[in-house]
């Protein structure tokens, strides 16, 4: 009975909690209406309803208050969700990205907007870009580097020609199932999957399943949506996927490195200001001379700035002319970068700021 009591009394002061939380979650959407409103009489466009700075402050300032049993991960996500839909009390924010539906880049877009986003699924890259350049989306979500295999040469290939600007990234820890209708390994005989999927498996696949066929697809979920109608066949991808296209876990968790993560960008229209902890990606070409790399990136070296990536991709100008993707720290709008940047347009033949962003906060 004094069990029965003390649980009651705990039980009630949740409920209490409980109905706080309510009221004080429809004050902030309350608040969030007066927001737009602010905005639409200030001319606001409706992409610019979402604002990654803000954002990422926010989340920040609720890591660090953070005090409680939850993991800071837990409580960001909390949150995440409350910001999700206030934001679509003011306006319905819609994400491109690459499907289809059950791909790990929807994932990536979830984790960054939340539940309440609208998320529209493209089946290429290429397709995610054009969605948001001609205004079918208001973002694109794409991937752009894994852990263990490296850049996604096509997100970086699409950055050459496209005006969008990077907004935002998203890490996301990547676990590969193998999925399948057969309940029997050895009745599979073609393996589905996006060709940097087969590649962060490789060992697995060749101790596991070195008889089977391997055929690359675009993405992960479009594997798993062709094994759902394809006999004797399995699809690399993730759990959701499973849940989807009505497959069965074959193995979990066949990714080689325990550590796999995939970075993903947030691409827009928006320049984004200054957060504090901030990244900047640019697209330089080299004059074509001897020592030129060299030269070109001793502003950031002269400047005290970091640098976190280089990678060429072919210019499509010429035969043996390449582009530099490179990502600093630090925003275009502090004055040593903006130092820096002035430093390296005089040494290249080609500077442009693909954006300036917050890191990933978590």
Same mark, same amino acid.
């Given at each position: 009975?004094?069990?029965?009591?003390?649980?009651?009394?705990?039980?009630?002061?949740?409920?209490?909690?409980?109905?706080?939380?309510?009221?004080?979650?429809?004050?902030?959407?309350?608040?969030?209406?007066?927001?737009?409103?602010?905005?639409?009489? %200030?001319?606001?466009?409706?992409?610019?309803? @979402?604002?990654?700075?803000?954002?990422?402050?926010?989340?920040?300032?609720?890591?660090?208050?953070?005090?409680?049993?939850?993991?800071?991960?837990? &409580?960001?996500?909390?949150?995440?969700?409350? &910001? /999700?839909?206030?934001?679509?009390?003011?306006?319905?924010?819609?994400?491109?990205?690459?499907?289809?539906?059950? %791909?790990?880049?929807?994932?990536?877009?979830?984790?960054? $907007?939340?539940? %309440?986003?609208?998320?529209?699924?493209?089946?290429?890259?290429?397709?995610?870009? =054009?969605?948001?350049?001609?205004?079918?989306?208001?973002?694109?979500?794409?991937?752009?580097?894994?852990?263990?295999?490296?850049?996604?040469?096509?997100?970086?290939?699409?950055?050459?020609?496209?005006?969008?600007?990077?907004?935002?990234?998203?890490?996301?820890?990547?676990?590969? @199932?193998?999925?399948?209708?057969?309940?029997?390994?050895?009745?599979?005989?073609?393996?589905?999957? #996006?060709?940097?999927?087969?590649?962060?498996?490789? =060992?697995?696949?060749?101790?596991?399943?070195?008889?089977?066929?391997?055929?690359?697809?675009?993405?992960?979920?479009?594997?798993?949506?062709?094994?759902?109608?394809?006999?004797?066949?399995?699809?690399?991808?993730?759990?959701?996927?499973?849940?989807?296209?009505?497959?069965?876990?074959?193995?979990? #968790?066949?990714?080689?490195?325990?550590?796999?993560?995939?970075?993903?960008?947030?691409?827009? #229209?928006?320049?984004?200001?200054?957060?504090?902890?901030?990244?900047?990606?640019?697209?330089? /070409?080299?004059?074509?001379?001897?020592?030129?790399?060299?030269?070109?990136?001793?502003?950031?070296?002269?400047?005290?700035?970091? &640098?976190?990536?280089?990678?060429?991709?072919?210019?499509?100008?010429?035969?043996?002319?390449?582009?530099? $993707?490179?990502?600093?720290?630090?925003?275009?709008?502090?004055?040593?970068?903006?130092?820096?940047?002035?430093?390296?347009?005089?040494?290249?033949?080609?500077?442009?700021?693909?954006?300036?962003?917050?890191?990933?906060?978590?």
């Amino acid at each position: 009975m004094e069990k029965e009591t003390s649980l009651t009394a705990v039980r009630e002061k949740i409920d209490g909690l409980d109905k706080q939380i309510q009221t004080l979650i429809s004050e902030r959407a309350a608040l969030a209406l007066e927001v737009a409103k602010v905005k639409i009489a %200030s001319g606001d466009q409706e992409a610019d309803f @979402y604002r990654p700075a803000r954002e990422a402050n926010v989340l920040r300032d609720v890591i660090a208050r953070n005090s409680g049993d939850l993991p800071d991960a837990e &409580m960001a996500r909390l949150f995440r969700e409350i &910001m /999700s839909a206030c934001l679509a009390a003011e306006k319905p924010i819609e994400v491109a990205y690459l499907g289809p539906e059950g %791909s790990f880049t929807q994932a990536a877009g979830l984790k960054q $907007f939340g539940g %309440s986003v609208r998320l529209n699924a493209y089946p290429t890259i290429a397709d995610v870009f =054009h969605a948001v350049e001609v205004g079918n989306s208001h973002y694109g979500m794409v991937p752009v580097e894994n852990s263990t295999e490296g850049v996604v040469s096509h997100t970086l290939d699409r950055f050459i020609d496209s005006p969008l600007k990077i907004n935002g990234e998203v890490s996301l820890r990547i676990h590969h @199932y193998l999925l399948s209708k057969e309940t029997d390994n050895k009745a599979i005989q073609k393996i589905y999957a #996006h060709p940097q999927a087969l590649a962060q498996c490789r =060992h697995w696949l060749q101790d596991n399943m070195a008889d089977c066929e391997q055929i690359a697809v675009s993405s992960n979920s479009e594997a798993a949506r062709l094994v759902a109608e394809t006999p004797n066949s399995a699809a690399i991808a993730g759990d959701r996927a499973a849940e989807i296209y009505g497959l069965s876990a074959v193995a979990k #968790h066949i990714e080689d490195e325990a550590n796999n993560t995939t970075r993903f960008l947030v691409v827009g #229209h928006q320049s984004v200001p200054m957060t504090g902890e901030d990244k900047t990606a640019l697209l330089v /070409s080299t004059k074509n001379e001897s020592g030129a790399l060299q030269t070109l990136l001793k502003p950031l070296a002269d400047n005290g700035i970091s &640098m976190s990536r280089i990678e060429s991709r072919p210019a499509r100008t010429g035969i043996w002319e390449y582009v530099f $993707f490179i990502d600093i720290d630090g925003h275009q709008e502090d004055p040593i970068v903006a130092t820096a940047l002035a430093q390296l347009v005089e040494q290249s033949a080609i500077c442009r700021v693909l954006g300036s962003y917050p890191k990933a906060v978590i």
